[in-house]
């Protein structure tokens, strides 16, 4: 059953780094990218972006992870509006307002 969330839910879920029992913490996101291509990450964590602000372009940091919580790809910036799913059981679609 998909849900639908506000964009500052998924935002303050986005910057938490950690769970409360101190395990890092890690989600999966589906976006659009500048290309106009679908992109779906299994398994990321928040990263920052070097050479951009983030805060005035909209942009947050996604990094691929592994099983293990190791780096499995490159990191990509993610235009906070262009956001479909998060957590995978989270639908969020800024359209059906």
Do not use: C
């Amino acid at each position: 059953m998909r849900r639908t969330t506000e964009l500052n839910a998924v935002l303050a879920d986005w910057d938490e780094q950690f769970l409360p029992n101190g395990r890092e913490k890690f989600f999966s996101v589906g976006f659009v990218n500048k290309k106009g291509e679908f992109i779906f990450v299994s398994r990321a964590r928040r990263s920052g972006l070097r050479k951009q602000n983030m805060k005035a372009n909209d942009l947050k940091g996604l990094m691929p992870v592994d099983a293990d919580g190791n780096q499995s790809g490159h990191i990509y910036p993610v235009w906070i509006h262009s956001i479909l799913y998060f957590r995978s059981n989270i639908y969020f679609n800024l359209f059906d307002q």
